[in-house]
């Protein structure tokens, strides 16, 4: 019998209480850095970001020319304060009070800033991490004065470094001589409302520890998962694993309900002589299988059914910034605004036009080993579609073999995910064909919609 991952439990209890696990669709944002001396104008920036699914941008300063592009544009803001600007801001009330005067008052609504954020991974730092915290109180009360404190919230955004333990994500704890003035965020976010923010980079994980089978794990490619042996959970990528170790560091402080944010994540394109996996292809696999697991909805092992608001860095190539060549290739779109790969953000491209324009079906190779078939069962599964039907009462549960459940499977992520060939490989154990596998009660769709409705 094939078994199928948590998160495939979890959708066919939903299903079988008749709950539906979300309703809203998935959050997409985008870091806006602005660190290049060939970049596109805000207006044409804005202009590129109404033709992708991409709802919320992040920026990282009070960019005026860029918030005035962004007023009534549909799409919502984040702004960050400057480091250097935190003691000000700290040890004057008066000044958060002209910060908010200067860099919000003039263009909200207009230009829908939902979010402020006091800093950019500075908790880790001496010479600001006691100021942090009366910054962001400051800019709370001077956000309560203009009447904009239920509108607008604060935080600051942290660094995976916050935490002592990640792996298992069960351990997930932070830094014993940090846990105090975690403690006082926590508890600003939890009596506010707002997110707790961290940017989990599973290339940077790899970069510094590039084990044999690390890299499938880490870009949402095919892989055997990793088991935490606390809850006997199996993950199939690091994304789910870096965003659950943070989620337990939350939880054993007692701070269960305040959300996470993931305010940065992404994958260079480029890199240098000791960044060879820093590429093209890598870039897009991890993007595209991010994008395309917020999008199932299917949420991390700890937080099932709930999409982690997430923000991909960044939006542009930035060749200003300083450091190895990974900095300055993080960018989903080049300067001149055409895409450095395509990973299915653009309104005008949701339909994937590589797709065969016949009937086909994603199967198992002759000869795969039970062994792979379960790993690839674990990997549709664990992404988000609906693996019901091949759980014991379901149509296609019978016959009851690994080839046969691994076959619904395979072929389900296939059309769902826009019959693209790649999604039909399976390191290498999968091969299309045109011969409809449907038996009895039992249908294989053959497209999206079928997928979608089957």
Same mark, same amino acid.
């Given at each position: 019998?094939a078994?199928l991952?948590?998160?495939?439990?979890?959708?066919?209890?939903?299903?079988?209480?008749?709950?539906?696990?979300?309703?809203?669709?998935?959050?997409?944002?985008i870091?806006? &850095?602005?660190?290049?001396? @060939?970049?596109?104008?805000?207006e044409?920036?804005?202009?590129?970001l109404?033709?992708t699914?991409?709802?919320?941008?992040r920026l990282?300063?009070?960019?005026?020319?860029?918030?005035?592009a962004?007023?009534?544009s549909?799409?919502?803001?984040?702004?960050g304060?400057?480091?250097?600007?935190?003691?000000?801001?700290?040890?004057?009330?008066?000044?958060?009070k002209?910060?908010?005067?200067?860099?919000?008052?003039?263009?909200?609504?207009?230009s @829908?800033?939902?979010?402020?954020?006091?800093?950019?991974?500075?908790?880790?730092?001496?010479?600001?991490?006691?100021?942090?915290?009366?910054a962001?109180?400051?800019?709370?009360?001077?956000?309560?004065?203009?009447?904009?404190?239920?509108?607008i919230?604060?935080?600051?955004?942290?660094?995976?470094?916050?935490?002592?333990?990640?792996?298992?994500?069960?351990?997930?704890?932070?830094?014993?001589?940090?846990?105090?003035?975690?403690?006082?965020?926590l508890? %600003?976010?939890?009596?506010?409302?707002?997110?707790?923010?961290?940017?989990?980079?599973?290339?940077?994980?790899?970069?510094?520890?590039?084990?044999?089978g690390?890299?499938?794990?880490?870009?949402?490619?095919v892989?055997?998962?990793?088991?935490?042996?606390?809850?006997?959970?199996?993950?199939?990528n690091? %994304?789910?694993a870096?965003?659950?170790?943070?989620?337990?560091?939350?939880?054993s402080?007692g701070?269960?309900?305040?959300?996470?944010?993931?305010?940065?994540? &992404?994958?260079?394109?480029?890199?240098?002589?000791k960044?060879?996996?820093?590429?093209?292809?890598?870039?897009?696999?991890?993007?595209?299988?991010?994008?395309t697991?917020?999008?199932s909805?299917?949420?991390?092992?700890?937080?099932?059914?709930?999409t982690?608001?997430?923000?991909?860095?960044?939006l542009?190539?930035?060749?200003?910034?300083?450091?190895?060549?990974?900095?300055?290739?993080?960018?989903? %779109?080049?300067?001149?605004?055409?895409?450095? %790969?395509d990973?299915?953000?653009?309104?005008?491209?949701?339909? @994937?036009?590589?797709?065969?324009n016949?009937?086909?079906?994603?199967?198992?190779?002759?000869?795969?080993t039970?062994?792979?078939?379960?790993?690839?069962?674990?990997?549709?599964c664990?992404?988000?579609?609906?693996?019901?039907?091949?759980?014991? &009462?379901?149509a296609?549960?019978e016959?009851?073999t690994?080839?046969?459940?691994?076959?619904y499977?395979?072929?389900?992520?296939?059309?769902?995910?826009?019959? @693209?060939?790649w999604?039909?490989?399976?390191?290498?154990?999968?091969?299309?064909?045109?011969?409809?596998?449907?038996?009895?009660?039992?249908?294989?769709?053959?497209?999206a919609?079928?997928?979608?409705?089957?």
């Amino acid at each position: 019998m094939a078994f199928l991952p948590d998160a495939s439990l979890f959708i066919l209890l939903n299903i079988l209480i008749g709950i539906n696990i979300a309703r809203s669709e998935p959050f997409i944002g985008i870091n806006y &850095g602005n660190l290049g001396d @060939n970049l596109p104008s805000p207006e044409d920036t804005v202009k590129l970001l109404q033709s992708t699914s991409i709802q919320k941008i992040r920026l990282y300063s009070p960019d005026i020319p860029m918030i005035k592009a962004l007023a009534n544009s549909g799409i919502d803001i984040v702004v960050g304060t400057q480091n250097s600007e935190i003691p000000a801001l700290a040890s004057d009330p008066n000044a958060a009070k002209t910060w908010i005067n200067t860099n919000v008052l003039p263009f909200y609504p207009a230009s @829908n800033i939902f979010l402020i954020m006091v800093g950019n991974e500075i908790s880790l730092d001496e010479n600001f991490r006691k100021q942090l915290l009366p910054a962001m109180q400051n800019m709370q009360n001077a956000l309560d004065a203009a009447s904009l404190g239920g509108k607008i919230k604060v935080s600051t955004v942290h660094s995976m470094s916050v935490l002592s333990h990640s792996e298992p994500p069960s351990s997930g704890k932070f830094q014993t001589w940090l846990v105090d003035v975690m403690k006082g965020f926590l508890g %600003f976010n939890n009596a506010t409302g707002s997110p707790f923010a961290i940017n989990p980079y599973p290339y940077y994980a790899y970069n510094s520890d590039p084990r044999p089978g690390y890299l499938a794990y880490c870009l949402f490619q095919v892989n055997a998962g990793r088991v935490d042996p606390n809850n006997n959970i199996k993950y199939m990528n690091m %994304f789910d694993a870096q965003v659950d170790a943070a989620r337990s560091a939350l939880n054993s402080l007692g701070y269960n309900n305040v959300e996470i944010v993931v305010t940065e994540t &992404g994958w260079p394109s480029k890199g240098d002589d000791k960044e060879p996996w820093a590429t093209i292809d890598k870039a897009k696999d991890y993007y595209s299988g991010l994008i395309t697991h917020l999008r199932s909805k299917a949420g991390t092992p700890l937080m099932p059914g709930k999409t982690t608001d997430t923000y991909l860095f960044a939006l542009y190539d930035e060749n200003l910034k300083q450091g190895p060549i990974s900095e300055r290739s993080f960018g989903l %779109f080049k300067p001149d605004r055409t895409a450095n %790969f395509d990973v299915g953000l653009l309104k005008n491209n949701k339909e @994937n036009p590589g797709a065969p324009n016949k009937a086909m079906w994603c199967v198992p190779k002759e000869g795969v080993t039970d062994e792979q078939l379960q790993t690839n069962i674990d990997y549709a599964c664990g992404r988000g579609i609906d693996c019901s039907p091949i759980a014991p &009462g379901g149509a296609c549960f019978e016959p009851d073999t690994l080839a046969s459940h691994a076959a619904y499977a395979m072929n389900l992520h296939y059309q769902t995910n826009g019959r @693209n060939a790649w999604d039909c490989d399976f390191s290498k154990t999968a091969t299309l064909s045109s011969k409809d596998p449907s038996y009895k009660g039992c249908i294989y769709p053959s497209n999206a919609r079928e997928a979608k409705t089957n």
